[in-house]
């Protein structure tokens, strides 16, 4: 069995995968501030029954790297395979800097590599990031706030706003507080969606697919005009990639 770690600024996803196969996957919150013994004992309930021939991690929290890299080691006697320098990915940066290129938009595009047509990946993590890709080569990348950290600006910088859950509502205008948020922070990022796709088709002059990733895409696909295809796995699917061809 293989363990696949995606490790986020607000959750740990982590994946099982046999073979080339990803065959389930759950989530822990993630906080710097756990000792490897206390991320063992929340992941050791999932995998104690395993076997595990090998563990990978693409981490964008060092301290939490750190800290799993030490429970696969003390507890299970296996060296994980951490993505950053060195590592082969079969990914091709063509930025100003690419060592300054996450874990996660590595995986990512390692997850499509194979596509013959050019894709634009838009993964809604803590940041919403959209990775135009082109024969394995990162091409350019946006950068945005997420969902969650629109919602918690809102409400932290406003005195009269309340706390909401993050639902769709029924209709695009709100008629009461709660419901204009909801409003805001759902048909507002689909709108976003659509419009930087648009944006980017003219820049680049050429057609290409878009795979939506990300723990809210399921919400936040339905609501976008363009045309799209939802990938859940796709972050963990390039990390299993890059483990193989290491």
């Known amino acids: 069995m293989i363990i696949l770690i995606d490790v986020g600024n607000t959750e740990v996803k982590i994946g099982?995968?046999?073979?080339?196969v990803i065959l389930q996957k759950f989530r822990i919150t993630t906080d710097r501030n756990l000792s490897s013994d206390a991320y063992y004992l929340l992941i050791n309930p999932f995998i104690k029954n395993q076997h595990i021939d090998k563990v990978a991690i693409a981490s964008v929290v060092?301290?939490?790297?750190?800290?799993?890299?030490?429970?696969?080691?003390?507890?299970?006697?296996?060296?994980?395979?951490?993505?950053?320098?060195?590592?082969?990915?079969?990914?091709?940066?063509?930025?100003?800097?690419?060592?300054?290129?996450?874990?996660?938009l590595i995986c990512a595009v390692a997850g499509v590599?194979?596509?013959?047509?050019?894709?634009?990946i838009v993964d809604l993590g803590t940041a919403t990031k959209y990775i135009f890709m082109e024969k394995a080569t990162i091409k350019g990348v946006i950068i945005t706030p997420g969902v969650m950290i629109?919602?918690?600006?809102?409400?932290?910088?406003?005195?009269?706003?309340?706390?909401?859950?993050?639902?769709?509502p029924a209709k695009v205008l709100g008629t009461n507080t709660i419901a204009c948020m909801q409003s805001g922070v759902t048909y507002g990022v689909a709108a976003q969606v659509d419009g930087l796709i648009e944006r980017i088709r003219?820049?680049?002059?050429?057609?290409?697919?878009?795979v939506m990733t990300g723990g809210l895409s399921e919400i936040i696909e339905p609501l976008c005009h363009t045309k799209l295809e939802r990938d859940e796995n796709l972050v963990l699917r390039g990390l299993l990639d890059i483990l193989l061809k290491n």
């Open 16 to 20: 099982f995968a046999d073979g080339g």
């Open 113 to 120: 590599k194979s596509e013959p047509t050019p894709v634009l």
């Open 150 to 168: 629109s919602m918690r600006a809102m409400v932290s910088n406003t005195a009269l706003l309340p706390d909401f859950d993050l639902e769709v």
């Open 202 to 210: 003219k820049e680049v002059g050429q057609p290409f697919k878009v």
């Open 62 to 104: 060092p301290p939490v790297t750190k800290a799993l890299k030490e429970v696969f080691i003390k507890y299970y006697q296996i060296q994980p395979l951490v993505i950053g320098p060195g590592i082969k990915t079969g990914i091709n940066v063509k930025t100003d800097y690419p060592k300054e290129v996450g874990a996660d």
